[in-house]
């Protein structure tokens, strides 16, 4: 079974502290996601990595920057945290799929709340 | 623009119906669909991939159609049980595009009375 886990549940911050939220996958997938869930607004993707230090902004980058130094591994990183990136966080990862069958597989997410 | 709806939003039926969902996307040039199951508060379970060039896909007692060329999914659950209460997303992945071009529709949220 494909195994995304992601480092913390829930997680309170203060306005203008820098935080990372971390992603880590299990299946040698070469795509890997970041998401955030608001209700009414449902599922934005914030950046994408499809290889090893390559990444792309998805529809919601602003505020946010990744890291993925090692294959299995993707951060997320808010520079400077503000209440309006309070929000559900969801990891994904797939492999590479160019024929289409690159099924997406999700973690647990990070309840980030900031203050 | 893709744009990905499931309706209703919200359904309610008792324990042992059978049930359909309903999703719609606006651009037929999808590479696929997928179904997902989402607990409250927690992440999102894969339920169902469907490529474009399938007509459906079957696991225990769902079962998920595609119509491309009218831009409609159904998600079938048989016998439906109260452990099936969760809310349930449909996304599609629009051919042409990165591989991070995963379209969601906003859910269905199911619950199944005992």
């Known amino acids: 079974d494909v195994k995304v886990t992601q480092s913390s549940r829930y997680l309170v911050k203060r306005t203008g502290e820098k935080v990372f939220l971390e992603c880590v996958q299990d299946?040698?997938?070469?795509?890997m996601f970041w998401y955030r869930q608001d209700p009414g607004l449902g599922l934005r993707l914030i950046y994408f990595?499809?290889?090893?230090?390559?990444?792309e902004k998805g529809d919601i980058p602003e505020g946010y920057s990744v890291s993925r130094e090692k294959k299995e591994r993707f951060s997320l990183i808010l520079e400077s945290a503000s209440t309006n990136q309070t929000s559900m966080y969801l990891c994904?990862?797939?492999?590479?799929?160019?024929?289409?069958?690159?099924?997406?597989?999700f973690g647990p997410g990070t309840r980030l709340t900031v203050l | 623009k893709q744009e990905v709806t499931q309706i209703p939003a919200a359904l309610s039926v008792p324990e042992g119906e059978n049930l359909v969902l309903n999703c719609s996307f606006t651009?037929?040039?999808?590479?696929?669909l997928q179904w997902f199951r989402q607990d409250p508060g927690k992440g999102l379970t894969s339920l169902l991939l469907?490529?474009?060039?399938?007509r459906e896909q079957t696991s225990g007692r769902l079962n998920a159609s595609l119509d491309k060329s009218s831009g409609r999914s159904t998600l079938y659950i048989a016998a439906s049980q109260p452990g099936d209460s969760a809310t349930y997303l449909c996304?599609?992945?629009?051919?042409?595009?990165?591989?991070?071009?995963?379209?969601f529709g906003k859910g269905t949220k199911l619950s199944v009375k005992p």
């Open positions: 994904a990862s797939s492999s590479l799929g160019l024929a289409g069958d690159n099924e997406q597989f």
């Open positions: 299946m040698d997938h070469e795509n």
């Open positions: 990595s499809y290889d090893v230090k390559m990444k």
């Open positions: 651009d037929s040039a999808i590479y696929n």
């Open positions: 469907i490529q474009s060039s399938q």
């Open positions: 996304a599609v992945r629009r051919y042409g595009g990165s591989q991070g071009n995963l379209i």
